[in-house]
């Protein structure tokens, strides 16, 4: 069955770095573009980041623009999302997330890894 299980979270300082990891399995990992949700206390699931299948192609939202960088591994299955600059709005469980068609098309996502970012 289709897993991702994400890794690297923990507790940073203001202006510190995380590399977050996701370890993909279940699935051709490397025919599926990638993406980085994630969830804030009390606030919407909101994209992050994504990579195409191949890493040719990455976007970003507006508010970690500059700052975060998403990569693939796609002998590894696994995919990164290297946090520099960190602001304690980055705040939230970060998810691993891809759109899979196993029988029909769904979203399937990782258990969520805690990043915190405070003094």
């Known amino acids: 069955q289709v897993q991702l299980v994400e890794s690297g979270g923990g507790l940073v300082q203001p202006g510190g770095s995380l590399r977050l990891s996701c370890a993909a399995s279940g699935f051709t990992f490397s025919t599926y573009a990638m993406n980085w949700y994630r969830q804030a206390p009390g606030k919407k699931r909101e ?3 994504t990579i195409t299948r191949i890493g040719s192609s990455t976007n970003f939202a507006d508010s970690v623009k500059g700052r975060f960088t998403i990569s693939r591994d ?5 995919v990164y999302l290297q946090m520099n600059s960190l602001k304690p709005e980055d ?3 970060y998810y691993c997330n891809a759109f899979i068609f196993k029988e029909t098309w769904s979203d399937y996502w990782g258990q969520g890894t805690q990043v915190t970012v405070s003094s």
């Open 47 to 49: 994209l992050v980041a």
């Open 74 to 78: 796609n002998a590894k299955s696994t």
């Open 91 to 93: 705040t939230a469980v």
